[in-house]
């Protein structure tokens, strides 16, 4: 299949990424699709149904034995937190109350945030832009793995413990790769987390707030949902950076399976994506892409042509003057 990035180094590439120029072609034939655009006027109540679903669980699990609560944490809880992360990626893009009430997004999403039990909403908004605008860029783009990520973590063992650290990764990496500086909103999101969990710590007690950030940790680590991770831009097949996958999955992650819609359109909400799919279906059907993320996750174990080092990088003009 022409693979590569297993070893060795990145994909060095030296053009532009294609969602530009495929969002132009795109809107020109199907200008209709800019309708889609906007912001989802269902998506704050299914996020605050998810939220408050998490507070429920929070009063029942509180009296489970351990073991219970990681069962749980990690079969249920996680995937919620899981999701939630993903609503939050949506609301990064101002689609929960639009680009003319900005900062509603921003707090709503800090509402998003609470069963996560870590503040993670804010830096999320600040790094994800820069994925966007530039995609693959060397010292911006800090969802591209590490060169030490690469090197070390490139037989099987240990790209099964990549998976598993995933949420450490990606907690780190920006602090490594492009630091920022801390922002007001960042610290109002953690003022926010650590109350909420406070709250809850003194209503009932600590086996909650272990459930809670136990299946955050967990859920986006070694799980099904977490091979949207590896599906969405690593290289399976060369030259291509992006990937969709349309499976049932999708239902709960808020449709990031439609990537490279997503891409060619971050304005769209994530529920519309399908119908960018539909509309402009030519554009789409014959792209590479995955039909599992569970089997994602298998071949970038051991595939050997397969690990961190399996994405395309890009030198932009800025990472010089970073």
């Given amino acids: 299949m022409g693979k590569t990035g297993g070893r060795g180094d990145f994909e060095w590439v030296y053009n532009d990424q294609p969602h530009t120029s495929r969002r132009k072609v795109i809107l020109a034939k199907y200008p209709e699709i800019k309708s889609l655009m906007g912001p989802d006027p269902q998506l704050k109540w299914v996020v605050s149904a998810m939220v408050l679903t998490q507070l429920l669980a929070c009063y029942l ?11 749980w944490a990690y079969a ?31 707090w709503f999403a800090m509402w998003a945030n609470l069963p996560i039990g870590l503040p993670y909403s804010a830096s999320f908004k600040k790094y994800h832009i820069d994925h966007h605008r530039y995609l693959g860029g060397d010292q911006l783009d ?12 490139c037989t099987p063992a240990r790209k099964v413990l990549w998976l598993f650290l995933q949420p450490l990764f990606y907690a780190l990496r920006p602090l490594i790769v492009n630091p920022k500086p801390l922002g007001q909103l960042e610290i109002l999101n953690a003022a926010v987390q650590l109350t909420a969990d406070l709250i809850i710590y003194h209503l009932w007690g600590i086996k909650p707030i272990v459930y809670l950030i136990a299946g955050s940790i967990l859920c986006m680590g070694l799980h099904p949902i977490s091979g949207h991770f590896i599906a969405e831009h690593y290289m399976f097949l060369k030259g291509h950076e992006t990937y969709s996958y349309y499976g049932s999955l999708n239902l709960i992650t808020f449709n990031v399976g439609y990537h490279m819609e997503h891409h060619d359109f971050p304005s769209i909400p994530g529920s519309k994506l399908p119908q960018v799919k539909h509309i402009a279906a030519e554009y789409y059907n014959n792209l590479p892409q995955h039909s599992s993320w569970i089997r994602v ?12 080092y399996a994405r395309i990088k890009r030198e932009y003009k800025l990472s010089k003057q970073q």
């Fill in 61 to 71: 699990v509180h009296d489970l034995s351990w073991k219970w609560i990681f069962f």
């Fill in 76 to 106: 249920f809880g996680g995937c919620i937190n899981h999701s939630l992360t993903l609503a939050i990626h949506d609301i990064s893009h101002n689609v929960a109350f639009g680009n003319k009430l900005a900062k509603w997004n921003r």
């Fill in 142 to 153: 800090v969802d591209i793995p590490t060169d030490i990520e690469g090197w070390f973590f």
């Fill in 297 to 308: 996750l298998w071949d970038f174990v051991f595939d050997d042509s397969i690990g961190p």
